[in-house]
């Protein structure tokens, strides 16, 4: 049995301070939870065998008190218990005999109340109530009262009280250490994880962006792999369409209305599309995120979506895309059924990456288109500056690719000879036109201007790094097997195989069309020659790889419009 407080003026005040307490009063780790509060109370009475006193030293507030007991006006020492919470440790703050009060403040954090516990004990037992007279006027409560509640209570020394008071608040701060650093380990372990989720994430994003020549694909797998990440009810990308001048119609040519959705989805694709195109543009340039507490508002108009994030996919000025996370999923109970901020950062890492290769994408498509404007440009310009051979660029490209496919070069190789096929007699440019179009034989000296085409065409290219895998077709496309060729005369495999490939088509087709000289050979006389030449002007292999699909040679040069199809072909910049 304690004093009971007059600080506390009804049932009613004690009940508003306990449910003040049980809401945001509490100490050391547990501010907003009572719990530890009452166990430090229990524990005090346990060890004491005496009901404490319960103060908010800052507000006067009794947190809690014991009714049965003596009354005492402790506001009076209020000061007093400040300054015992302040030194943060247990201290006598009354010591006239026979009693004495036990001050002992609660471990807290620097935020949360200074609560301090109040115990009056006996320390000397008594007969007569003239003896307590004294401690009966300092403690502010009736004498004979004292003298009846003394009577056949446990005697405590002050030195024991602080001995066993200082012992169970260290055991205490010592737990909420204990408690505290448990959290913050748990912490740890959360944002470790939730990292580990994202990093795996975006690696596996990032490793697919080298390999992935479909961007459609690469959108569709994202939604996926978030999936496995992001605990929602459904995810989807939604097409910016006032963006016009990206493709995003090849995109998402096989869903509905410009809309990704993967999972159960609340809403119809064109509901979806509604519902981005309600929040507005500007409100969605930035990642965005939409709690219940929002979405409950009465004026929040799809109740079907009771949280949302969504991030911008920015391809330029403009967002391309928007990329959303609906409802959250709680994966077992107590889980909060919110996103979060580890769920808007993964999305906007996401969508970022997809942002960004889009943009390289079409800086790429961009740079191919002029690449293969500029290599057709070239060309267009040879076929012109040498009339006799009109076409002969496109033709030799397309039996210098049926060439290396029948020897079985790989895809990369085949476009490098397309290029150097297209481009091997580019150094022509340099060449005098009246020498380049002379009707009759060419003198000697004519003719050793007409070779210097090989090393023209070389220097003319050599300064363009996306064509240096085809400078050994345009330097050494007629050098001999035998060493008789030029420009360097080199022999047999010194010669790269692809300048050896072209050289054969380049033959071809030049014996079989007119010459400023004289009229194209028959094929049968081609042949001849080529056959005879193997092992000598040109390699053996790429003579049979030629012989081996010497009817669809046939068929290549028959075809009129091959041509103009490869024309239309996509170069690779390398
Ligand atoms: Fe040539
Ligand atoms: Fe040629």
């Known amino acids: 049995m304690s004093l009971l407080l007059q600080t506390v003026k009804s049932e009613s005040d004690l009940e508003s301070a306990n449910a003040a307490a049980s809401t945001g009063y ?227 040519t096989d869903d509905i209305d410009g809309v990704w959705i993967y999972g159960e989805s609340p809403l119809e694709a064109v509901v979806l599309r509604e519902l981005i195109e309600r929040i507005g543009t500007p409100a969605l340039s930035q990642p965005l995120i939409l709690s219940q507490e929002q979405t409950s508002l009465p004026t929040w108009h799809c109740p079907e979506v009771r949280e949302l994030v969504c991030v911008p996919i920015n391809g330029g000025e403009q967002p391309l895309a928007w990329l959303l996370a609906i409802n959250h999923r709680s994966q077992a109970y107590g889980t909060p059924d919110e996103f979060d901020s580890v769920d808007l950062r993964l999305l906007s890492s996401v969508g970022t990456i997809l942002g960004i290769h889009s943009r390289n994408l079409g800086l790429y498509r961009e740079q191919s288109e002029l690449f293969s404007g500029l290599v057709l440009s070239m060309t267009s310009a040879i076929d012109a500056k040498d009339r006799y051979t009109s076409g002969h660029s496109h033709r030799v490209a397309n039996l210098s690719v049926a060439l290396a496919k029948q020897i079985g070069l790989e895809k990369k190789t085949l476009d490098t000879i397309y290029l150097g096929g297209l481009l091997h007699d580019v150094g022509k440019i340099g060449i005098d036109d ?21 090393q023209f065409g070389y220097d003319i290219l050599c300064g363009i790094r996306q064509l240096d895998n085809i400078l050994p077709i345009v330097l050494h496309h007629h050098e001999n097997w035998d060493g008789n060729g030029y420009p360097h005369g080199l022999t047999g495999t010194e010669i790269p195989l692809m300048a050896r490939i072209v050289a054969v088509a380049d033959a071809f087709d030049a014996m079989s069309g007119d010459r400023p000289y004289r009229k194209g050979m028959p094929y049968e006389k081609v042949d001849t020659i080529l056959k005879n030449g193997a092992g000598m002007q040109w390699d053996t292999r790429v003579i049979d790889a030629f012989f081996a699909i010497r009817e669809d040679v046939q068929n290549l040069y028959s075809d009129t419009s091959s041509q103009e199809a490869s024309q239309k072909k996509v170069l690779t910049v390398n």
């Open 26 to 252: 509490a100490h050391g780790c547990a501010d907003t939870d009572s719990k530890s509060v009452q166990q430090f109370q229990q524990a005090l009475s346990t060890a004491f065998a005496e009901p404490f006193t319960l103060m908010n030293v800052e507000t006067g507030a009794i947190i809690h008190a014991d009714y049965d007991g003596l009354s005492c006006e402790l506001s009076e020492r209020i000061g007093l218990l400040a300054e015992v919470a302040r030194r943060g440790r247990p201290e006598i703050v009354e010591d006239v005999s026979p009693l004495v009060m036990l001050a002992i403040p609660l471990p807290s954090t620097k935020k949360g109340p200074k609560l301090v516990a109040v115990g009056v004990f006996p320390q000397l037992q008594i007969e007569h109530e003239h003896q307590v007279a004294a401690a009966a006027q300092i403690f502010g409560v009736d004498a004979s009262r004292v003298l009846r509640w003394i009577l056949g209570r446990e005697i405590w020394s002050p030195r024991v009280l602080l001995h066993l008071a200082t012992a169970i608040r260290d055991s205490f701060v010592q737990q909420d250490e204990v408690t505290r650093l448990r959290s913050e380990m748990n912490d740890a372990i959360d944002h470790a994880c939730d990292a580990y989720t994202e990093l795996g994430l975006l690696h596996r994003l990032t490793r697919h962006l080298a390999l992935s020549e479909n961007e459609s694909e690469l959108w569709q797998n994202a939604l996926a792999w978030l999936s496995g990440s992001i605990q929602s009810q459904s995810l989807a990308i939604v097409a910016n369409q006032a963006v016009e001048d990206y493709e995003l119609t090849d995109l998402f």
């Open 434 to 454: 009246h020498v380049l179009n002379k009707p009759g034989q060419l003198t000697d000296e004519e003719f050793e201007h007409i070779k210097q085409h090989s």
